[in-house]
């Protein structure tokens, strides 16, 4: 799956869930970022125990949480972990195969997380004066 055959966010489906969620979307993400690192992190231990059920369920909680968001990619990723999963449950396989899948399942997640929050608030992403900057500027501010 490269990111120039689907894009990283899906961003009308983005704006709907924005606009549906009203006040509430920043929340919202926020839950995402917490279950979303939260299921990752049981995908990646079911993985280092070869336990293909407990990769199930965390995989399948991602994937739909992605989808609200528009996130496609990680989304994709998480539901073809999460199929591959039951079919070695049903096969009653290792799921070593999808090793890889499953080291790449986090850095996905991270970098659509900071895409979705920069596009949520774009005015933590400016770039602001650092506290105390040597240049002396608004040193002043407060002082009378």
């Known amino acids: 799956m490269s990111q120039d ?6 961003w009308p489906v983005y704006r709907a ?3 549906g969620l009203g006040s509430g979307f920043v929340r919202i993400l926020g839950y995402f970022r917490e ?14 125990h070869q336990d293909a059920a407990a990769l199930v369920l965390p995989s399948h909680t991602l994937k739909g949480e992605a989808r ?6 990680l989304a994709a990723l998480a539901e073809d972990i999460e199929m591959f999963a039951r079919e070695c449950v049903e096969h009653r396989n290792a799921p070593d195969e999808y090793l890889q899948k499953v080291v790449a399942l986090r850095p996905l997640f991270e970098t659509t997380l900071d895409a979705l929050e920069k596009e949520a608030n774009p005015l933590v992403q400016r770039q602001r004066p650092a506290f105390g900057r040597a240049d002396g500027a608004n040193q002043a501010f407060g002082r009378g």
């Not at 279950?35 to 280092?48: N, P």
């Not at 609200?68 to 990619?73: K, L, N, P, S």
């Open 5 to 10: 055959a689907e894009p990283l966010v899906d």
């Open 68 to 73: 609200q968001f528009g996130a496609d990619q």
């Open 17 to 19: 869930a924005r606009a």
């Open 35 to 48: 279950d979303g690192a939260r299921s990752v992190a049981a995908i990646e231990t079911a993985m280092r």
